[in-house]
């Protein structure tokens, strides 16, 4: 917004901004551990055990080096496993949630923030501004979903955050449909509404459900399912907010997405389990049962755990 004043390349200067967040993600990766399961899966269990300790202390990452041990004794999974029916179910389950956070609508009104602004009745200058509450609106509320996951858990946040998402959309689907071309204040507060339901509930915990979920074996391969889904529902919803609203109007692309969300809660509810304060090990019980391994049992040691 407050490049517009470099004149004509202001665009070119927007972008070479990227430059710097893409910077400090990437000197920040440098403090990143590797995870312990991936360094129990080469081999490296004394790198595991360090980072383990650096959770809950050296007794803890001992327990759960010995349960990250069982679940790897079996094959290495491959694509394949993923078409077994106790596996098939949960990726179809986290490529669905990945699906979804995407067709909520959110990124589009991101990316057409200014041309919704404008064809609502701001001007050129005025919708860069809005636009940039948004990205703000964005990242403040972040922080719910990090501050409070662990205190009432993935579905409760989820399902309280995607219906807020619901009832700003049925709000902005009736403002649009009024025709009265200029709706000011409440139009951004009502978006603004919207994207701070989606930072704090689907916008997170997705990724977090989607990286709790898979067994650790297949743990690669699901993932890699579960994100060619969720990528390939952003492209679609990117390419069809367009022409939708050119078809049938602004108001339509919100009345969709606000259905979508209220498909959201019921999915949530019905097929997302509770992992709070679970390792991921004994979300792998709970979700595909026991592997067939050899040596200490799964369940005895959760349960001496």
């Known amino acids: ?29 440098f403090l990143v551990p590797e995870t312990p399961r991936w360094l129990a899966k080469q081999g490296r269990d004394d790198a595991a055990l360090a980072v383990l300790s650096r959770v809950d202390g050296i007794e803890y990452a001992r327990n759960e080096l010995v349960v990250i041990r069982e679940t790897l004794q079996v094959r290495r999974g491959s694509l394949a496993d993923l078409l077994k029916p106790r596996m098939l179910r949960i990726v179809v389950i986290g490529s669905l949630l990945g699906i979804f956070s995407q067709i909520s609508g959110v990124n589009a009104v991101m990316v057409y923030a200014p041309d919704i602004f404008e064809k609502a009745g701001a001007g050129t200058k005025d919708s860069l501004f809005q636009s940039s509450l948004i990205g703000i609106t964005f990242i403040a509320f972040t922080f719910i979903p990090i501050l409070f996951v662990e205190r009432f858990g993935r579905r409760p946040i989820l399902m309280v955050g995607v219906g807020v998402m619901a009832a700003a959309l049925i709000g902005l689907t009736g403002l649009m449909s009024d025709g009265s071309g200029s709706h000011g204040v409440l139009l951004i507060t009502l978006i603004l509404a919207y994207i701070a339901a989606y930072a704090s509930s689907i916008a997170c915990l997705t990724w977090v459900i989607l990286s709790e979920i898979f067994p650790n074996r297949i743990r690669g391969e ?6 060619l889904s969720l990528w390939a529902a952003n492209s679609v919803l990117l390419l069809t907010f367009p022409i939708i609203q050119g078809k049938f109007g602004l108001a339509a ?36 049962g026991l592997p067939e391994t050899t040596g200490v049992r799964l369940d005895e040691v959760i349960e001496r755990r």
Do not use: D, H
Request: hydrophobic share 60%; aromatic share 16%.
């Open 253 to 288: 692309p919100f009345a969709v997405y606000a259905g979508i969300c209220v498909l959201i809660v019921l999915f949530v509810w019905k097929f997302i389990p509770e992992t709070k304060g679970k390792s991921l090990e004994e979300i792998e019980v709970q979700l595909v």
């Open 1 to 29: 917004y407050f490049l517009l004043a470099t004149g004509e390349n202001a665009w070119r200067w927007m972008l070479t901004a990227g430059v710097v967040p893409a910077a400090l993600f990437l000197g920040f990766l």
């Open 222 to 227: 699901a993932m890699s399912v579960a994100n």
